[in-house]
């Protein structure tokens, strides 16, 4: 289908922003920054917020977590933010957590992992993993239930997030019930369809892309690691049942579709849902909030139910 309206119009305020490349991280970061705070979504009243530090751990990573209404234990659901690795940080993922936790009943332990370039690849991996092992470990602590702990993410979160269900299944330390992707970058490529159909005009760009894995990776042979491009990972077996979201006007949407169908052919439940008439980055962008709330409060809802089935 045609883009919606509302897409079209931010997309020609869009191309009035300069370039990724044209900026630096930290000048990226701050324009990024200013839509964070006008996401309407942060409004959304939850039980409970708190903050930490991520205990034991040695650098400072900030948690901060989000706590239903309601009896526990409540599953636990561990959030990456997106951001292409450079950018976003606790305020990104916000709104996207406190209705995640108040629609889907979980518990939500949001991830400030480390950026680059100031970081590079393997950090934020090292992050995202070491959160979601103290999740496990500390579930009764954060009224969570130890037995329904899931993964979630956006873009580079929800890469960030199926290198962690890899990265689980393969060292044993804990278990998880279900990874939650949302327009998720699963290979260090360039070559898909979807790159070639939608390089121009509908936000990100595959110039876009390759400035945030030039700030991302330490040299471009990183790529080619499962824990940079799970799509390359040997064996997909063994998994935890996946929601991957796409949506249309993206050039990271054949990658996704790649990804859940290799899932599905090594036995991993999944289910895929693309979303017409949308852009990458949706969950982004404040002023497309009454055209992506719907859709926003259909992922929360479709995540309760894949928690539920996994109530032991």
Same mark, same amino acid.
Request: aromatic share 10%; charged share 15%; net charge negative.
């Given at each position: 289908?045609? *883009? ?6 931010? *997309? ?6 300069? &370039? ?16 964070? +705070?006008?996401?309407?979504? $942060?409004?959304? +009243?939850? =039980? ?8 034991? @751990? ?12 309601? &009896? ?14 450079? *950018?976003?940080? *606790?305020?990104? /993922?916000?709104? &996207? ?6 629609? #889907? ?14 970081? +590079? ?9 070491? #959160?979601?092992?103290? =999740? ?19 873009? /580079? ?13 393969? $060292? ?15 290979? @260090? #490529?360039?070559?898909?369809?979807? @790159?070639?159909?939608? /390089? ?41 049942? #996946?929601?991957? @979201? &796409? ?5 990271? $949407?054949?990658? /996704?579709?790649?990804?859940?169908? +290799? ?9 895929? !849902? ?34 539920? !089935?996994?109530?032991?």
């Amino acid at each position: 289908m045609p *883009l919606l309206p509302e897409v079209k119009d931010f *997309l020609q305020q869009y191309q009035q922003l300069p &370039t990724l490349n044209q900026l630096s991280p930290q000048d990226a970061r701050k324009l990024a920054a200013m839509g964070y +705070k006008l996401n309407p979504n $942060r409004q959304v +009243k939850v =039980a409970e917020i708190s903050e930490r530090l991520l205990p034991n @751990y040695p650098v400072p990573v900030a948690l901060r977590i989000y706590t239903p209404s309601g &009896t526990p234990p409540f599953p636990v659901v561990v959030y990456l933010h997106g951001g292409g690795w450079v *950018l976003g940080n *606790l305020e990104m /993922a916000d709104g &996207t957590c406190r209705i995640l936790c108040k629609q #889907a009943q979980c518990v939500v332990v949001s991830v400030d992992y480390r950026l680059g370039p100031e970081n +590079k690849f393997p950090a934020g991996v090292e992050d995202a993993y070491a #959160a979601t092992l103290w =999740a496990s470990r500390h579930a009764d602590q954060l009224r969570g239930n130890p037995q329904q702990l899931a993964i979630a993410g956006d873009s /580079a979160g929800a890469n960030l997030a199926a290198v962690v269900a890899l990265m689980a299944r393969d $060292r044993g330390e804990f278990s998880l019930i279900h990874q939650l992707l949302i327009y998720p970058v699963t290979n @260090y #490529a360039n070559d898909t369809p979807s @790159y070639l159909e939608y /390089a121009v005009g509908y936000g990100l760009t595959p110039e876009d892309m390759v400035w945030f894995w030039q700030h991302y990776l330490p040299h471009p042979e990183a790529g080619n690691s499962p824990l940079v491009s799970p799509l390359q990972a040997e064996f997909l077996g063994g998994l935890p049942p #996946a929601s991957i @979201y &796409t949506v249309e006007y993206d050039i990271l $949407r054949s990658e /996704a579709e790649i990804y859940a169908a +290799k899932l599905q052919q090594a036995g991993v439940n999944v289910f895929h !849902k693309c979303y017409p008439g949308l852009i990458h980055g949706f969950l982004g962008v404040p002023i497309l909030t009454p055209v992506t709330n719907p859709i926003l409060l259909e992922i929360a809802e479709n995540l309760e139910q894949a928690l539920r !089935k996994h109530h032991p």
